[in-house]
Nanobody, 126 residues
Framework: QVQLTESGGGLVQTGGSLRLSCVIS????????MAWVRQAPGREREFVAS????????YSAPSVRDRFSITSENARNTLYLEMTDLKSEDAAVYYC???????????????????WGQGTQVLVSS
C-alpha cells in the first residue's frame, strides 16, 4: 500500500493554468498505475489521466487530452498533472490515486484504484 498527498489546487480563471502534484510514499512502485481522478459536486468520480510508473505509458480521458498532461518524476516519487486552458467544467476536487496492475483490469476507470489521496480542490472562475 502507498500513501498519497496532493497539492497545487486553487482558484484559476477560465483559460488559466495550474499544476497539481502528488507525493507518493512507497519504495517500489514498479507495478503501480498512478492516476488523477476528479469529482465535481453532485457527480460521480471521473477518470482524468493515468500513467504506468515503470513504463511511463500514459492515457488521458478524451475530454482533457488536448489540455492536460500527466507526468511523473520517479526519482522523487512525485506525480504531476499540468492543466491548461481551464474551463468551468474542470472545477472539481482532484484526487491522486494508485492501483496495482493485475490481469484483465481496466485502468481508465476510478474503480481500478484502491489507494487515494485526500484530494485538492480546483476552482475555475467565470
Amino acid at each position: 500500500q502507498v500513501q498519497l498527498t496532493e497539492s497545487g489546487g486553487g482558484l484559476v480563471q477560465t483559460g488559466g493554468s495550474l499544476r497539481l502534484s502528488c507525493v507518493i510514499s512507497g519504495r517500489n512502485l514498479d507495478m503501480y498505475v498512478m492516476a488523477w481522478v476528479r469529482q465535481a459536486p453532485g457527480r460521480e468520480r471521473e477518470f482524468v489521466a493515468s500513467i504506468a510508473w515503470s513504463s511511463g505509458h500514459e492515457y488521458s480521458a478524451p475530454s482533457v487530452r488536448d489540455r492536460f498532461s500527466i507526468t511523473s518524476e520517479n526519482a522523487r516519487n512525485t506525480l504531476y498533472l499540468e492543466m491548461t486552458d481551464l474551463k468551468s467544467e474542470d472545477a472539481a476536487v482532484y484526487y491522486c490515486a494508485a492501483g496495482r496492475l493485475r490481469p484483465n483490469a481496466v485502468t481508465s476507470t476510478p474503480s481500478f484504484y484502491d489507494n487515494w489521496g485526500q484530494g485538492t480542490q480546483v476552482l475555475v472562475s467565470s
